[in-house]
């Protein structure tokens, strides 16, 4: 079966059979002008001319595979609608529409079995994406000016990299031609969450901690997802920002790209890269995808349409395999002694469940476990310890619906170190010389009161 298309004029028949994609030979046009016949026969289309309105036209031509309807004048519509129903209301039906819907002389609701599609929204959003890629253009040539061909250039990310640093990172030696030694990334920091580190493993990406001194031996200096005053140490100079972070003043550099409304910096460094027509291939796709994804808590956070379509531009080059490795970092097999020692220590007391790691080789199995544990039947809460390089590192998590964990753990905990998180999970991070007793029983069975006191809504012990 064919596809059929009713049209009116040249340029709707040839913009269809652009769209469509089908040999000319597959296509067969209903038109009303000789003049419109003659052209799409020249074509090579097949072409049946006769009243748009009347049934015998349809009689003809249907069944067909699908009714294109894209009429110039969309007053004709109700008529060409009847016509078709009456002969074959099974006849799946696509009215292109250039004017929006609601103008339209006909109520879509009346024709159910027909999909109604304003083109010019369609357009409009292609449109918008190529507005913005073509302003990129231009910022991208000021970049190039900026950072040069022959420069020592590096590229630096925020204290503690995170995904969208590194990826913007990428993306921007990518944008730039250059490769990791010509233009290094760097940090005064390193970085420290398992999920980033297994992301610098998994996409073979290499960070370089480097001091303020160091930035002499650079002529260029551009920072991506970070703004001078954000760091700790402060910056001698810097000669290009990009970032996406509420826009600082206090600083100058000679090119400044700062989108607040973006929810991602990789997603302003598509924008260059598609501008300029670059490759984005799986690795760099993959980096940048599971940017967007971790900065915009999964799109859950406010997003422009540029991060959305980013996203499915990304999300189409990407490795998802890769992401999952680096989503959850392999734990080490002896973890499992240390896990199954705690389990088996574990403590509920009034829909809480505790248990201590002591020593643990890794911070990360700290908040694993404490996931873990909320799965238990009849708990509400979990508060996992562990300590880790002289500290000891508690995990609070609950199910949702009680008291906040973070306002709960910063009330118990912050006075021995810094303590606090979000609604549903927490951390508190207490130097082990901090504490009134050394780990043990007897230290545990104190921080387990301090929280179920504030639990109960009790102020913690030794604050009266
Ligand atoms: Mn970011």
Redesign the pocket.
């Known amino acids: 079966m064919r596809n059929v298309i009713v049209t009116q004029s040249v340029s709707h028949a040839t913009l269809l059979m652009q769209a469509i994609g089908a040999p000319p030979a597959d296509l067969l046009f209903v038109v009303e002008s000789v003049e419109l016949e003659r052209y799409l026969k020249r074509k090579g289309c097949g072409v049946v001319r006769g009243s748009l309105r009347s049934r015998e036209i349809y009689r003809q031509v249907l069944p067909a595979q699908l009714l294109v309807i894209s009429l110039r004048d969309v007053r004709r519509l109700r008529g060409v609608l009847e016509a078709v129903g009456r002969e074959r209301g099974d006849t799946p039906v696509l009215v292109l529409s250039v004017p929006p819907l609601e103008t339209l002389p006909v109520d879509p609701a009346a024709y159910p079995w027909a999909f109604f599609v304003p083109v010019a929204s369609q357009f409009q959003a292609a449109v918008k994406t190529d507005m913005r890629l073509a302003r990129a253009r231009v910022r991208v040539r000021r970049l190039r000016e900026v950072v040069g061909d022959n420069t020592r250039a590096l590229i630096l990310l925020q204290d503690d990299p995170?995904p969208?640093?590194i990826a913007?990172g990428l993306a921007l030696r990518t944008l730039l031609g250059r490769n990791r030694s010509s233009m290094p990334m760097a940090s005064f920091g390193k970085v420290t969450r398992p999920e980033n580190i297994a992301m610098l493993k998994v996409l073979d990406i290499e960070i370089r901690e480097i001091g303020p001194e160091d930035l002499a031996s650079w002529d260029r200096v551009v920072m991506v997802?970070v703004q001078p005053p954000h760091l700790r140490r402060p910056l001698p100079r810097v000669d290009a920002v990009v970032?996406?972070?509420p826009a600082q003043t206090s600083y100058d550099a000679r090119y400044i790209d700062v989108r607040n409304h973006y929810g991602?910096?990789?997603t302003i460094l598509l924008e260059y890269l598609r501008a300029e027509g670059i490759k984005v291939n799986e690795r760099l796709a993959t980096a940048m995808l599971y940017?967007i994804r971790t900065?915009t808590l999964l799109l859950d956070r406010p997003v422009t349409d540029a991060d959305i379509e980013a996203f499915t531009y990304l999300y189409a080059r990407a490795n998802i395999n890769w992401i999952r490795k680096i989503e959850r970092p392999a734990l080490p097999r002896e973890t499992l002694v240390s896990f199954a020692e705690g389990l088996r220590t574990a403590r509920i007391e009034d829909k809480v469940l505790f248990s201590h790691l002591g020593p643990v080789m890794r911070e990360d199995i700290v908040p694993q476990l404490a996931d873990f544990c909320l799965q238990v039947e009849g708990v509400d809460w979990s508060a996992v310890s562990g300590v880790f390089e002289n500290e000891l590192i508690i995990s609070v998590r609950n199910v949702g619906f009680v008291q906040k964990a973070g306002t709960a753990v910063k009330s118990a905990y912050a006075e021995f170190g810094s303590a606090g998180g979000h609604r549903s999970m927490a951390k508190a991070v207490l130097p082990l010389v901090r504490l009134p007793l050394p780990p043990g029983p007897e230290l545990y069975r104190l921080l387990e009161d301090r929280l179920l006191g504030v639990l109960r809504g009790a102020s913690p012990s030794g604050n009266g």
């Open positions: 995170d969208d640093g913007s997802d970032d996406h972070h991602a910096t990789a940017a900065d």
